[in-house]
């Protein structure tokens, strides 16, 4: 450990309370599902800090997915971050931070996922997505059904051109409910049942070596109410009006299926070729 690390930042419980009551009604009534968006969460300098230490696409074994409905990275160890970051999401799991989602939410027994299973960093490079979709419902290892998701944007200067917008879409997917800009120390904190369909769909369009940044943390309970759920499921993606997700899946193994026949030889001319042209 780096011992001369300063690591002095404490989540205020009195101003997690405050925070909660009032912001809760609104976080009930929000559409398409019970949700809330609070911009400057946290002290700027704490996320300063974690952005600092962010591991870049390269600089760490990310898990990375490159499919049809999905091209991002994901981090898949805690030991991966920085001291500051881990910290802070221990702190996001501590009992102090979950009487905050409780009381926010309406959502008593919550529980945090010491493992972070499909949270903890979160990157999206240019031309990176992830479709609409409802969220795996149980985890992976505990007998706990996912009941909340919060997300922490990292993303400084973030212009709306650049894309990457969050979205929320309604149960039929006839429409988007709210699109939200990915900017540093925004916060969203959403309900997830089989039914909160969202996502950030379109490819990103940030500059070349720009990446989305985020931090993701999930919350579960043991047992929930039967009408969020229709059985234990992992990642049900969805289709916008006029999208063909089958289509794109399709065409992405093809194309995988052609890179294990080429041989790696002919693939580097084939590149080599295409950037000179």
Request: charged share 20%.
């Given at each position: 450990?780096?011992t001369?690390?300063?690591?002095?930042?404490?989540?205020?419980?009195?101003?997690?309370?405050?925070?909660?009551?009032?912001?809760?009604?609104?976080?009930?009534?929000?559409?398409?599902?019970?949700?809330?968006?609070?911009?400057?969460?946290?002290?700027?300098?704490?996320?300063?800090?974690?952005?600092?230490?962010?591991?870049?696409?390269?600089?760490?074994?990310?898990?990375?997915?490159?499919?049809?409905?999905?091209?991002?990275?994901?981090?898949?160890?805690?030991?991966?971050?920085?001291?500051?970051?881990?910290?802070?999401?221990?702190?996001?799991?501590?009992?102090?931070?979950?009487?905050?989602?409780?009381?926010?939410?309406?959502?008593?027994?919550?529980?945090p996922?010491?493992?972070?299973?499909?949270?903890?960093?979160?990157?999206?490079?240019?031309?990176?997505?992830l479709?609409?979709?409802?969220?795996?419902?149980?985890?992976?290892?505990?007998?706990?059904?996912?009941?909340?998701?919060?997300?922490?944007?990292?993303?400084?200067?973030?212009?709306?051109?650049?894309?990457?917008?969050?979205?929320?879409?309604?149960?039929?997917?006839?429409?988007?409910?709210?699109?939200?800009?990915?900017?540093?120390?925004?916060c969203?904190?959403?309900?997830?049942?089989?039914f909160?369909?969202?996502?950030?769909?379109?490819?990103?369009?940030?500059?070349?070596?720009?990446?989305?940044?985020?931090?993701?943390?999930y919350?579960?309970?043991?047992?929930?109410?039967?009408?969020?759920?229709?059985?234990?499921?992992?990642?049900?993606?969805?289709?916008?009006?006029?999208?063909?997700?089958?289509?794109?899946?399709?065409?992405?193994?093809?194309?995988?299926?052609?890179?294990?026949?080429?041989?790696?030889?002919?693939?580097?001319?084939?590149?080599?070729?295409?950037?000179?042209?």
């Amino acid at each position: 450990m780096n011992t001369s690390a300063t690591l002095t930042f404490c989540l205020d419980p009195e101003y997690l309370n405050n925070l909660a009551t009032k912001h809760r009604e609104a976080y009930a009534l929000g559409k398409p599902f019970p949700h809330i968006i609070m911009d400057n969460f946290l002290p700027a300098s704490v996320l300063d800090q974690v952005l600092e230490e962010f591991p870049q696409p390269n600089s760490v074994n990310w898990q990375k997915f490159n499919a049809a409905t999905e091209k991002k990275l994901a981090s898949t160890s805690e030991l991966q971050m920085g001291e500051a970051t881990r910290f802070l999401l221990y702190q996001l799991n501590s009992s102090v931070f979950i009487q905050f989602l409780e009381k926010l939410t309406g959502i008593d027994g919550l529980l945090p996922d010491p493992h972070f299973i499909g949270g903890g960093l979160h990157q999206i490079v240019r031309g990176g997505y992830l479709k609409l979709h409802a969220d795996f419902n149980r985890h992976i290892t505990l007998p706990l059904d996912r009941r909340l998701n919060l997300l922490i944007y990292l993303n400084k200067d973030w212009e709306e051109e650049y894309g990457g917008h969050f979205e929320m879409w309604n149960r039929d997917m006839t429409r988007c409910e709210q699109k939200v800009l990915p900017i540093f120390n925004r916060c969203v904190i959403f309900s997830t049942t089989d039914f909160s369909y969202h996502g950030h769909p379109d490819p990103l369009t940030c500059p070349e070596g720009g990446t989305r940044k985020s931090l993701a943390l999930y919350y579960y309970s043991n047992g929930r109410p039967p009408e969020e759920i229709g059985g234990s499921h992992t990642t049900l993606f969805r289709e916008r009006p006029g999208e063909n997700l089958k289509s794109e899946i399709w065409k992405v193994k093809a194309q995988t299926f052609a890179r294990k026949l080429i041989p790696p030889l002919v693939t580097e001319i084939l590149q080599n070729q295409k950037t000179k042209q």
